[in-house]
């Protein structure tokens, strides 16, 4: 067991610096956009099949075929990426675990965008020789 803990911690540290911060951000923001668009096809395909509408069964295909690859695509920017962005292990997992949920990554994305910038943000420090 020890060994085997000691090999995932090995190879979870050798994902550092696969990706500089500002790219895995913009992939992660892609994919995020790409994984609302998914959601919004594969919904469109149920809509379709639940109706009875023509074509329901190609909707639904290209629908939930589209979808599936898009959420494959995020989970493993996501793997990839995590790391680059300075992610906890939590936040990486609920990034991972999200997706089950219609829209909610989008909703992660403006979330960690804003966590970000507030980082990002240098606070201002007032002059004592005023």
Not at 59 to 81: D, E, K, N, P, Q
Request: proline share 2%.
């Amino acid at each position: 067991m020890k060994d085997a803990k000691t090999t995932i911690t090995r190879w979870y540290h050798q994902m550092d610096g696969i990706f500089a911060e500002s790219e895995a951000w913009s992939l992660f923001k892609t994919m995020a956009i790409l994984e609302t668009i998914g959601w919004t096809m594969l919904l469109i395909g149920i809509m379709f099949k639940v109706n009875d509408w023509p074509l329901a069964d190609v909707a639904i295909a290209v629908g939930g075929s589209a979808h599936g690859m898009i959420v494959l695509a995020y989970m493993l920017v996501v793997l990839f990426a995590h790391r680059s962005m300075g992610w906890s292990v939590g936040k990486f997992a609920v990034a991972e675990l999200i997706n089950a949920i219609p829209y909610a990554v989008l909703v992660f994305e403006i979330w960690a965008s804003r966590q970000r910038k507030q980082a990002q943000a240098v606070p201002v420090i007032a002059s004592e020789a005023d």
